[in-house]
């Protein structure tokens, strides 16, 4: 009960942050494939219904493993916000494998919120 709760108090801190710091529906980028709208779009946070694409952008992204952990780095050339520094994904906003249209991992990520959702590139 006390999970669900956290989970509940997590999606709402998001959603209302969201509000509070003017973040917008992110938009895709320039030379976005319209036919990978459907996929992006079925990328949720972990344990919700909200998608990941409404709460950041989306975008391939490099990344590394150090000290066990998985690491994005959000340059300014990929995300609109980018800080230009590696970001550790919290285990949580990992999504389970499944297939990846893209072929390359995929990071939803905002600035205030931090990463909202994380996808490897072979889906593994």
């Known amino acids: 009960m006390m999970k669900r709760f956290f989970k509940y108090l997590i999606v709402g801190s ?3 942050s969201g509000g509070a710091t003017n973040i917008s529906i ?3 980028p320039e030379n976005a494939d319209p036919a990978l709208g459907p996929f992006f779009k079925s990328l949720k946070i972990p344990g919700t219904n909200v998608s990941c694409c409404d709460m950041s ?3 391939p992204v490099k990344f590394r493993i150090n000290n ?3 690491e994005i780095y959000t340059d300014s050339k990929t995300f609109s916000d980018g800080t230009n520094e590696w970001v550790v994904v919290p285990e949580g906003r990992v999504l389970s494998p499944r297939e990846n249209p893209v072929g390359e991992p995929i990071a939803c990520w ?3 919120i ?7 590139g072979s889906g593994v």
């Open 110 to 112: 905002t600035k205030p």
């Open 14 to 16: 998001l959603l209302f």
């Open 114 to 120: 931090g990463v909202i959702c994380f996808l490897n």
């Open 26 to 28: 992110a938009a895709p």
């Open 57 to 59: 952008d989306c975008r």
């Open 68 to 70: 066990s952990k998985i």
